[in-house]
């Protein structure tokens, strides 16, 4: 239904502030995205850009949700054997690394044109155009990144004479200006988002990549098309809820809440849900690991993994006094999730990413523009069925959620985080709907994360200090490895949720694990 309110939630502020500009001029909620996901490519480069990828959940009142897939595909002339000989892995850095196409400008043109935009293009990137050429302030997640980069992306050139100050990394504080990226921007709002696969633009990405060491040519840009599709979905309890398919891992989410749906019951203690969740969380990702590939290559629809019959098995493998062993190799990730209702009850939810901290952290010297290093997802292993080859998607932890509740609310929401954002999006779920926390509180609450990121080599439970101190001992106890991290960490993503209620009502909330806000306009 129509609402007297909209609202914008996303991990900067200044990208929440721009979408809610367009929101108050009348504009759609993919219009507003579009202008925020500009915006916050260039205030958070460590994170997501135009070098990146992008998937979209658009959700009208009344009709089914739509996707758009804006991942990119490995280069069709790409040398496999020549990644085989030189290791075991593939580069996580560098032109080598920068193997698969980025999809995130074709999603937003094919948002645009979902619903119908009226507005100029020049208008929705102008705010993005002028932050990069009078510079942006460096934040504190900025700033870890780039300490946590130095030592793998110090010695690229262009990386450094952008994104490092002095051969150093960056502090929080410190300005940081991308005119190269302003004048891309401003080339793309004059001819239009598709100059960047068939145009002069792709024509010059395309040179440089080549000239850095990518395998990615020309004619990967020009036969690049983002894909409308249809969501995942399972019903529960609470209501109905969408998630992306292959090759996202949607589908993990979804499992997650569809087996704790069928394992919650009245006054279960604080502990219970935890250690539910998390043994939830193992069964999905044990699922997902097995089957989440490149759409052409699934043995069989991913939604009959959310049948009922799949469901009860994974419950049945779940005690309740006792948690399941859990060695498990996690995928990292660093990526932006922003949300968005516009006055014509359509909502968005939305989510974009470079993979790694400053992807590849191959930066084209001309465009400002910096690569992601999404290929690092594909396995050399002939046998996997994540398998890298010619024009091949990778596997994403990409996910945007939506749902429609039994009561007739509406909600988005979604987190950044990798291997964490299934897990976030749970907690903050079951926070909501089963534990009647606020929706400032589901999210803001400390959390915990299954698994190893990036960097790291345990595989245990981490908790928040507050969390830890409150649940750990009997945790420990029901046979979870658990280790602590401070209160209020980024590890644990950057989440926030948008609900829409039936009398056009409006509840949001950002993190205060990110730099983010969220926005209510009349």
């Given at each position: 239904m129509p609402t007297n309110q909209t609202s914008f939630t996303a991990p900067h502020a200044k990208a929440a502030q721009v979408g809610q500009q367009i929101l108050d001029a009348g504009g759609t909620a993919?219009?507003?995205?579009?202008?925020?996901?500009?915006?916050?490519?260039?205030?958070?480069?460590?994170?997501?850009?135009?070098?990146?990828?992008?998937?979209?959940?658009?959700?009208?009142?009344?009709?089914?949700?739509?996707?758009?897939?804006?991942?990119?595909?490995?280069?069709?002339?790409?040398?496999?054997?020549?990644?085989?000989?030189?290791?075991?892995?593939?580069?996580?850095?560098?032109?080598?690394?920068?193997?698969?196409?980025?999809?995130?400008?074709?999603?937003?043109?094919k948002?645009?044109?979902?619903?119908?935009?009226?507005?100029?293009?020049s208008h929705l990137l102008q705010p993005a155009i002028n932050a990069a050429r009078e510079g942006i302030t460096v934040t504190d997640s900025l700033a870890f990144a780039s300490h946590k980069t130095f030592a793998r992306l110090q010695f690229f050139?262009?990386?450094?004479?952008?994104?490092?100050?002095?051969?150093?990394?960056?502090?929080?504080?410190?300005?940081?200006?991308?005119?190269a990226l302003a004048q891309t921007l401003e080339h793309l709002a004059k001819v239009g988002l598709e100059d960047f696969y068939r145009g002069s633009l792709a024509e010059q990405l395309a040179q440089e990549l080549e000239a850095a060491g990518s395998p990615l040519r020309l004619d990967d840009f020009n036969e690049y098309r983002a894909v409308v599709g249809e969501p995942l979905t399972t019903h529960i309890s609470k209501g109905q809820l969408y998630n992306l398919g292959a090759p996202t891992q949607g589908l993990a989410s979804l499992l997650i809440l569809a087996i704790y749906d069928q394992l919650i019951r009245d006054n279960l203690l604080e502990l219970d849900?935890?250690?539910?969740?998390?043994?939830?969380?193992?069964?999905?990702?044990?699922?997902?690991?097995?089957?989440?590939?490149?759409?052409?290559?699934?043995?069989?629809?991913?939604?009959?993994?959310?049948?009922?019959?799949?469901?009860q098995q994974a419950v049945s493998h779940i005690k309740r006094d006792h948690a399941l062993p859990w060695p498990h190799v996690a995928k990292p990730g660093d990526t932006v999730w922003m949300g968005a209702c516009d006055q014509y009850g359509t909502m968005v939810s939305f989510i974009q990413s470079v993979?790694?901290?400053?992807?590849?952290?191959?930066?084209?010297?001309?465009?400002?523009?910096?690569?992601?290093?999404?290929?690092?997802?594909?396995?050399?292993d002939e046998g996997h069925h994540n398998c890298l080859a010619p024009g091949k998607k990778p596997f994403h932890t990409l996910n945007p959620a939506y749902?429609?509740?039994?009561?007739?609310?509406?909600m988005v929401y979604g987190t950044m985080g990798g291997e964490g954002q299934p897990q976030t999006q749970a907690c903050l779920f079951s926070r909501?709907?089963?534990?009647?926390?606020?929706?400032?509180?589901?999210?803001?609450?400390?959390?915990?994360?299954?698994?190893?990121?990036?960097?790291?080599?345990?595989?245990?439970l981490r908790l928040e200090q507050t969390l830890y101190q409150q649940y750990g001992e009997p945790l420990i106890k029901l046979g979870h490895e658990i280790t602590s991290v401070p209160d209020n960490n980024e590890l644990m993503g950057h989440a926030g949720a948008i609900v829409l209620d039936t009398q056009g009502k409006i509840s949001a909330t950002s993190d205060p694990r990110s730099d983010g806000t969220y926005t209510l306009g009349e």
């Open positions: 993919s219009e507003a995205m579009v202008a925020a996901a500009a915006m916050i490519s260039v205030q958070y480069p460590h994170m997501n850009g135009l070098g990146g990828d992008g998937f979209w959940i658009i959700a009208k009142p009344g009709e089914t949700p739509i996707t758009i897939d804006a991942c990119g595909h490995a280069a069709h002339q790409i040398d496999i054997q020549a990644y085989r000989a030189v290791g075991t892995e593939l580069p996580d850095s560098g032109g080598n690394a920068a193997i698969t196409m980025a999809g995130a400008v074709a999603g937003w043109q948002a645009l044109e979902y619903d119908h935009s009226n507005q100029e293009l050139p262009e990386f450094g004479d952008l994104y490092l100050k002095n051969g150093m990394p960056l502090s929080a504080g410190e300005t940081v200006v991308n005119p849900h935890m250690h539910l969740l998390v043994e939830a969380t193992k069964q999905a990702f044990i699922i997902r690991d097995q089957v989440i590939c490149d759409p052409n290559d699934l043995t069989q629809p991913l939604q009959t993994w959310l049948d009922p019959d799949v469901i993979y790694w901290e400053f992807g590849s952290g191959l930066v084209l010297p001309s465009s400002g523009i910096v690569w992601n290093c999404r290929g690092k997802s594909f396995s050399l749902a429609e509740l039994s009561d007739g609310r509406r909501y709907l089963y534990q009647d926390y606020s929706l400032q509180d589901s999210v803001a609450a400390p959390r915990w994360l299954l698994g190893r990121t990036w960097g790291d080599s345990t595989f245990s």
